[in-house]
């Protein structure tokens, strides 16, 4: 098994493929973080020493006054407040007393193959038990009898280790949960810069680098969901690391809401690394007996830099966080009608798009917004999911029935979470809206939310998308969510709850997306957030794809898709062509083909001659969607490093095929360059499909390819394949 203890060091250590992780059961109890980072064996294991440190000023353990201990400079798996340790804390509880003093000790632990599920929230999952293997270590504070089981599964074939907390109240009176971080990681030294994806609407994840600092640094998020600001992700790239060489540490919270990830840089030079639910806005108080299971996060280590730690997130996000009968099967090339038509459709129109793209070679036709109520702009109706029969004769049956005749399959839009006030269900239940007395709710895109942490919400939202659902061959749900959350309150939790909404919202919100995918397993749901506005693993347990972003201009694209592959897969990410501006489609479908692949666009506006290339994109992507979707990627050029081109390198896990992509964003005089591809077999010889020519891997990688032959001049791109002879 991956994870071992041994009795007589009182050490656990637990072992990927590439990473080793290790602690302690120290004097007192404490659990004392020893190192995480490239494999160690296991022989080393008694050589292991604790970094025994003192700090004048620093308050100590009493019991330990003879020993170089002080809690507030000591390494530890879970970091306490108000006991010694003055860094930031990982768990704070408000006990009965009225004070928040906590203190975890170690209590007993159990090991086992397999992992288990977390309730009501997403996480990852073994396929079988030797996948992994997970670590439950109990640790308590006794004075308030506040238990805190920490959970470890470590992935053996990942280097890929997950970790959450399992608070429970094991005394006889209530306490209150200030802090519960997913976990706590105190790194030995700073020498790091710190990785995050920033960005907006329209331009999401983009990279940005920083080197730690003194003190606390780190993102989040505040807005209800995971935002599309900042991305619940962040790296430690060890200085001097790169692409392709050196420590990266890659951190992801499996959570939808609210979340912190934070860096602390102490005086002694070591990093606390944490991430978890916002504690801003957050309290939840436990009755005696009860319990409560934070978020997991998931680490990953890599020696092999960025691209290592990036390949390990997309093998382990597409076998063990993806799920359901989507996982691995491929993914049907679709037409959307929203850039083509937006509100202004009806139900001859649509057809005339699905006729031309089952003649263009689709298999899909998505009938985005405006098919319900009275939406014929965004100003209303969301709620009111019953079909706008002035745009659809006879209902939603008669479309359907016209789209499977022509062969394609049907795929429909929706925006659960959201209500219009101008809509018949919130004239009739204004209190189903997310809300606070007495104050104004504010509005985004003229909507506000509906309340998820009612029951009788979700029951509503459930019942009437089965209407639909449930009736119609439907194979496809694009499910969207276009606002954040302000005045965060329900009408129905008491006021000692309300400081939990966020939390509770998006578990009602976990709730549904579990009841519809597990009603409709057939259907492919795509995530959707104004584009990639909730783009994040907990949404891809329920969603093997995400809709990555609304700006679907090719050149933006590269920026955003680039930032996305840090931790996301190719398999999910969503992206089109469409009939944006700036470069012609041979370069839109080479961008887009790093995704899921489909079109938006207006058919009416299509010429023939763009119609014959479409065609034989169509083509190009069922041949190579495995290698792309499943492959390894390899980053040879990146938007952060060179403003002028961009390539990427999809290879197959047996290194017997590979493709390459070069996108010229701004030309460059002078330009004569070549091109180093990465991770073949150097002994393999290569057959270029394209040229017919044959290179060694040996080549390929050391000397590369010139690049002179081949298109170069603003926004024109090219793509070569490549297989083993
Ligand atoms: C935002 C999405 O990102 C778009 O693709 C589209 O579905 C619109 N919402 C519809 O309102």
């Not at 093998?315 to 989507?326: F, I, Q, S, T």
């Not at 100003?379 to 008669?398: M, Q």
């Amino acid at each position: 098994m991956a994870i071992l203890f041994d009795a007589e060091k009182k050490i656990f250590k637990l072992d990927t493929a590439g990473s080793s992780y290790i602690f302690k059961i120290y004097d007192e109890n404490y659990l004392v973080h020893l190192y995480y980072g490239a494999k160690i064996p296991d022989y080393e294991l008694p050589d292991f020493e604790c970094r025994h440190m003192y700090a004048s000023f620093s308050a100590s353990n009493a019991h330990l006054l003879t020993k170089d201990f002080s809690a507030d400079v000591f390494p530890f798996e879970i970091g306490c407040n108000g006991c010694g340790d003055m860094r930031i804390s990982s768990l704070q509880i408000r006990n009965a007393d009225g004070n928040a003093a906590t203190d975890m000790r170690y209590v007993s632990h159990k090991i086992y193959p397999g992992k288990p599920a977390l309730p009501g929230l997403p996480a990852l999952y073994a396929n079988t038990d030797d996948d992994c293997a997970t670590l439950e270590v109990l640790t308590e504070d006794k004075v308030t009898g506040a238990q805190a089981t920490l959970l470890y599964t470590a992935f053996e074939k990942h280097a890929a280790i997950t970790r959450s907390v399992v608070i429970r109240n094991a005394s006889d009176k209530p306490f209150e949960i200030e802090k519960a971080m997913s976990f706590n990681l105190d790194l030995p030294d700073a020498d790091y810069d710190l990785l995050t994806l920033y960005g907006r609407h329209n331009m999401e994840r983009l990279l940005e680098k920083r080197p730690l600092a003194h003190g606390r640094q780190g993102i989040g998020s505040r807005r209800g969901s995971s935002s599309h600001q900042q991305n619940p992700f962040m790296a430690l790239l060890r200085r001097g690391a790169n692409e392709d060489h050196g420590d990266a540490y890659g951190f992801n919270l499996v959570y939808s809401c609210n979340y912190v990830a934070e860096v602390e840089v102490d005086f002694n030079n070591s990093s606390r690394v944490m991430m978890g639910i916002d504690d801003s806005d957050f309290g939840w108080t436990l009755a005696p007996g009860e319990e409560f299971w934070s978020p997991e996060a998931v680490l990953v280590y890599s020696n092999e830099g960025l691209g290592g730690m990036s390949r390990t997130f997309h093998r382990l996000y597409n076998n063990n966080l993806v799920r359901g009968e989507w996982k691995r099967k491929q993914r049907p090339l679709l037409i959307n009608n929203w850039e083509g038509t937006y509100f202004d459709f009806d139900d001859d129109k649509l057809v005339a798009i699905a006729k031309w793209a089952k003649e263009t070679g689709l298999d899909m036709f998505v009938m985005d917004d405006g098919w319900f109520g009275v939406r014929n702009d965004d100003r209303r109706s969301l709620g009111d999911w019953v079909v706008n029969e002035n745009k659809l004769k006879g209902g939603i049956a008669p479309l359907v029935k016209r789209v499977k005749e022509l062969g394609l399959r049907f795929g429909i839009w929706y925006e659960p979470e959201m209500i219009s006030p101008d809509s018949d269900i919130y004239r009739a239940h204004p209190d189903w809206c997310i809300h606070v007395p007495n104050r104004d709710r504010s509005q985004g895109r003229w909507q506000c939310v509906m309340d998820m942490t009612r029951a009788d919400v979700r029951d509503y939202l459930f019942n009437i998308m089965s209407e639909v659902l449930a009736h119609n061959d439907i194979d496809y749900l694009k499910w969207d969510f276009n606002r954040n959350i302000t005045e965060a309150g329900s009408a129905l939790l008491p006021p000692e709850r309300q400081k939990g909404f966020f939390h509770r919202y998006i578990l009602g919100t976990y709730d549904l997306f579990d009841r519809i995918t597990k009603a409709y397993p057939h259907l492919l749901v795509e995530g959707c957030s104004g584009g990639g506005g909730r783009y994040d693993p907990g949404i891809l347990y329920y969603t093997p794809q995400i809709w990555c972003s609304d700006n679907t201009d090719a050149l933006s694209r590269i920026d955003i898709q680039f930032g996305t592959s840090l931790c996301y897969p190719a398999s999910v990410q969503g992206a089109h062509v469409s009939a944006s501006r700036r470069t012609g489609y041979n370069t839109k479908k080479d961008v887009a083909m790093w995704g899921t692949f489909g079109y938006e666009l207006d058919p009416a506006k299509i010429s023939d001659e763009d119609r014959a290339v479409i065609k034989t994109q169509i083509e190009g992507y069922h041949k190579y969607y495995d290698l792309i979707h499943y492959g390894d990627l390899y980053r040879l050029i990146c938007p952060w490093d060179d403003p002028y081109k961009a390539a990427w390198e999809f290879v197959s896990e047996d290194k017997s095929e590979f493709m390459f992509t070069v996108v010229t964003k701004f030309y460059m005089e002078a330009q004569n360059f070549f091109i180093k591809m990465k991770g073949l077999d150097p002994a393999k010889r290569y057959v270029c499909e394209e040229t017919g020519k044959v290179f060694s891997g040996a080549l390929l990688m050391n000397a590369g390819l010139s690049l002179y032959h081949y298109p170069n001049g603003d926004g024109e791109s090219f793509a070569l394949h490549f297989k083993a002879e």
